[in-house]
C-alpha cells in the first residue's frame, strides 16, 4: 500500500473513530455513563506528586489507563478522539508507527491498579483502534495507602482514597460526603479559613500573627463555621428528604450554590412576615420563628 493510501486510510480510520466517540458521548451524557478520562489533577490534589517514585518500563494493559494529566478532554475513556483539532497528529501517529511494533514508550503515572497519561495520548488511541490490549510504558507511582476498601470501578477507588487521605489530613473521621471531590472541596475551605480574614477566622489570626497551623485551622472551621452549619441543617429535618445524601453534602451543596440563592433570597418571606402558616397538604412552606 502506498504512502498516499495508508494516509487516506488513517483519515477515514479517524472520522470513524470520531463519529464513534461523538455518538458515544451523547449517549453517555443521557444515560448518566463514566465514559469520560478522569482528569489527574485531582488525584495529585489530593495524594500530592510528591509520593511518586520512578516505576521503570512496563508492560501495560490499556482498559487499566482510565485518565490525563492535561488531555481529559481529547479523548474518552476508551480513546475515541472526541475533537477534531487532532485529527492531523492522530492520522500522522497512524501511518508512521509499524504495526509491527517499536512503538516509542509512552509516558503514564500508576495510582493503585490504574494509570493516567502523561505523555503519549495520540499512540494509546492508535494502539487501541489497531486492537492492542498492552502498550510499553514508563511509569511513575503514586504511593497509596495499602488497606483501602475494595472497589469495583475507578470512581469507587478514587473516592475512597479521597475520603482516606481527607481524615488522615484532618482526623475529622465524624465527616461524610457521598459526592466525589467533596472531600476535596471540604479541605480548600479549611485552606480558605487558615489563609484568608474572614471573621470567623479574626480571633484565631490575633492569636497566631505569624499564621495560622493546619491543625488550628481544622478546628477553628469546624467549629466555627462547619459544625454551626450542620447543627441549623440537622435541626431543620431536612435531611429526612434525602436519605441517601449527607449533611455534609447538603453543606457543600448551599455554598456551591449561594450566589444564586442570595439573589433569590428577595422571594423568599421573613419569618415575622409570615402571621400564620396552616399544616397541610395545602401548604407548600410552613414557618416557624423556632426554624
Known amino acids: 500500500m502506498s504512502d498516499l493510501s495508508v ?10 473513530l470520531y463519529r464513534k466517540g461523538f455518538f458515544k458521548r451523547l449517549l453517555g451524557s443521557l444515560k448518566h ?54 485529527k492531523a497528529k492522530w492520522v500522522s501517529v497512524n501511518t508512521s508507527l509499524s504495526p509491527s511494533g517499536g ?14 497519561v502523561q505523555d503519549g495520548h495520540h499512540r494509546i488511541s492508535v494502539a487501541r483502534n489497531a486492537g492492542q490490549h498492552f502498550i510499553d510504558a514508563e511509569v511513575l507511582e503514586l504511593k497509596v495507602p495499602p488497606d483501602l476498601p475494595e472497589s469495583s470501578a475507578p470512581e ?72 454551626p452549619a450542620v447543627q441549623k441543617i440537622e435541626r431543620s ?21 449561594l450566589k444564586v440563592l442570595r439573589k433569590a433570597a428577595c422571594f423568599v418571606p421573613q419569618p415575622h412576615e409570615v402571621l400564620k402558616a396552616k399544616k397541610g397538604p395545602e401548604s407548600f412552606f410552613y414557618f416557624s420563628e423556632k426554624t
Not at 77 to 84: A, E, I, N, S, W
Not at 184 to 211: K, N
Open 156 to 227: 469507587e477507588f478514587f473516592f475512597n482514597l479521597e475520603e482516606r487521605m481527607f481524615h488522615n489530613r484532618t482526623g475529622l473521621s465524624d465527616i461524610h460526603v457521598t459526592i466525589p471531590g467533596g472531600y476535596l472541596e471540604l479541605l480548600h475551605l479549611i485552606g480558605c479559613f487558615r489563609c484568608s480574614r474572614c471573621p470567623s477566622s479574626r480571633e484565631i489570626h490575633q492569636q497566631c500573627p505569624d499564621g495560622i497551623p493546619w491543625e488550628e485551622a481544622v478546628r477553628g472551621w469546624y467549629r466555627n463555621c462547619f459544625s
Open 103 to 116: 512503538w516509542p514508550l509512552v509516558s503514564l503515572y500508576k495510582v493503585g491498579e490504574y494509570y493516567f
Open 7 to 16: 494516509r487516506h486510510e488513517s483519515i477515514r480510520q479517524f472520522d470513524r
Open 33 to 86: 455513563h463514566r465514559n469520560r478520562l478522569i482528569p489527574f489533577r485531582d488525584i495529585k490534589e489530593t495524594i500530592g506528586v510528591g509520593a511518586a517514585y520512578h516505576a521503570g518500563i512496563q508492560i501495560v494493559e490499556i482498559s487499566k489507563i482510565i485518565g490525563s494529566e492535561n488531555r481529559f478532554e481529547d479523548f474518552d475513556r476508551t480513546f475515541l478522539p472526541l475533537k477534531k483539532s487532532n
Open 237 to 257: 429535618g431536612i435531611m429526612r428528604r434525602f436519605k441517601r445524601k449527607t449533611s455534609a453534602d447538603l453543606y457543600l451543596w448551599l455554598l456551591a450554590n
